[in-house]
């Protein structure tokens, strides 16, 4: 079975470029990885901030959190 | 041919946990990745630099550089 990666972003450059160079690359025989805009789809705030996320772009794999370098602080979408 | 994806820490906790959750994650078919310990490889510092490493753990993908979380400021390996 495979593993569930969520890779939440905002749309905002550093978050364009994780998602293409980072959430893209991981192995797609072992994870589903979902792409999830913030910003768009607010009904999801709440899921990631139980998670733990706390800036965008931030992928979530198996309910690991690792923020990617730094775009937007999770507040700012709030 | 593959890509280079450099994985670079400092044994800490959140870099061992990065380390085994997202570095051993990347699509082994298309990325070959390394594993450098900066602090018992300090040689590797300067390229580490150059790419623009400000903390580990960080993974560098064709150059380009992703920091993951934060276990501690590349100054602090120097």
Redesign the interface.
């Known amino acids: 079975m495979k593993s569930k990666?969520v890779f939440y972003h905002a749309g905002c450059p550093v978050c364009v470029?994780?998602e293409q160079?980072?959430a893209h690359?991981?192995?797609?025989?072992?994870?589903q990885v979902e792409i999830v805009h913030l910003g768009e789809s607010k009904s999801r705030l709440p899921e990631a901030l139980k998670l733990g996320v706390k800036s965008v772009p931030a992928?979530a794999?198996?309910g690991?959190v690792?923020?990617?370098?730094?775009g937007a602080p999770i507040e700012a979408l709030q």
Chains 1, 2 share one sequence.
């Open positions: 990666a470029d994780a160079k980072l690359a991981l192995n797609p025989g072992q994870y992928l794999i198996d690991d690792f923020h990617i370098n730094f």
